[in-house]
């Protein structure tokens, strides 16, 4: 192997750290999360749960529609956060090439740390091992020689899995998999992809990057790397956020309104998911759009309450362009969505009035 990253993710991590404090929730639907009635959505489901549709980040009046006789807790994030830091000192202890996504997830670069695949595989069993000893909760490992593959990889045998994808293995593993387990790919994307007639790794492959390039400008220049199992992303230890924001550029100008809206939509839902693993909420809300002769506009908006809520992010970014952006009658080069002023999150409910909003730019 050249490169060896793990990417290492605690199953339902913190409904399985509620069902080991808890131990009569074990066998039992847990839903975690802000309650209905005050409109939270699920921060995470237990195995029992899933079954039932559930899934994190959405709404738990719906959750509780799939599961009625779920047992719905609040999120005790100082819990979680504890239990994150003694799997984080697991790492650490590994290596300082640790790059933390979430409480629950993190990269690994493991190169030079074991040479053969019988090596890797006992390195990452033992890394499974010493997070049940010290925290009595699984872990799904999954090995490659770089971080696209290797968090695809984590989620091929959950829970308690452990999947190693070798580099002589990587172009039949792609062709077996279906596009929506693509990191990072939206359904406005999806969509797009198979207008052009791709459903599968396998035809991404065969697609011309030009053809790519032109239809989803640098995403698809990235998607086609990917799709060639290429990804030379560095494990890049943490750093805090300030901001997090997500932006595509377009090979061509855009100028289908529906479009454009589409992918703002698909960038901050991806920018608030993203917020959301952080455990963060945000306050401004900032929409960046690049017209065609360059002239780049930036327009916020701070809301009264933070949020991780994709509706209210929604909400207010599709009403930052309608209102505050001024096409000038040309097309768009770059979409780009973002959010700051970003603090922890810890009540897992709303306010009541969330829409209240200053406006500035
Ligand atoms: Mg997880």
Request: net charge neutral; charged share 25%.
């Amino acid at each position: 192997m050249s490169r060896i990253i793990a990417h290492v993710d605690m199953d339902a991590f913190y409904a399985s750290v509620e069902q080991r404090d808890h131990p009569e929730l074990k066998g039992k639907p847990v839903i975690v999360g802000g309650s209905a009635e005050q409109r939270g959505v699920v921060a995470a489901a237990s195995y029992e749960a899933r079954k039932f549709g559930v899934h994190s980040a959405m709404p738990t009046v719906r959750a509780m529609r799939l599961c009625p006789h779920a047992i719905r807790l609040p999120s005790h994030f100082a819990r979680y956060r504890e239990v994150s830091r003694q799997i984080r000192d697991i790492f650490n202890a590994l290596t300082p090439l640790v790059e933390p996504l979430s409480l629950d997830e993190a990269f690994l670069d493991l190169s030079g740390k074991a040479n053969t695949v019988k090596e890797v595989k006992a390195l990452a069993q033992s890394i499974k091992q010493q997070i049940l000893d010290t925290t009595q909760l699984t872990a799904s490992v999954g090995v490659a020689p770089n971080k696209f593959l290797a968090k695809i990889a984590s989620d091929q045998n959950k829970p308690d899995g452990l999947f190693i994808i070798r580099q002589n293995e990587i172009e039949a593993f792609l062709d077996e998999l279906p596009l929506k387990k693509l990191w990072g790919v939206g359904p406005a994307t999806r969509r797009r992809l198979e207008k052009m007639g791709i459903e599968t790794m396998a035809h991404l492959r065969q697609c011309s990057l030009a053809d790519l390039v032109k239809q989803l400008g640098s995403h698809g220049a990235h998607l086609w790397k990917i799709s060639q199992g290429q990804d030379d992303r560095e494990v890049t230890p943490d750093r805090p956020y300030k901001n997090i924001s997500r932006e595509t550029t377009f090979a061509e100008d855009l100028v289908d309104r529906d479009v454009m809206k589409a992918t703002l939509q698909e960038l901050c839902e991806s920018t608030i998911n993203n917020v959301r693993k952080h455990n963060l909420q945000g306050k401004t809300l900032h929409v960046k759009v690049r017209l065609g002769d360059f002239t780049t506009l930036t327009r916020n908006i701070t809301l009264s309450w933070p949020t991780q809520e994709n509706g209210v992010a929604w909400h207010t970014i599709e009403k930052l362009f309608d209102q505050k952006v001024d096409l000038q009658g040309q097309g768009v080069r770059l979409l780009g969505v973002g959010i700051s002023g970003l603090s922890d999150h810890n009540s897992g409910q709303l306010p009541l009035f969330p829409y209240e909003e200053m406006v500035g730019h």
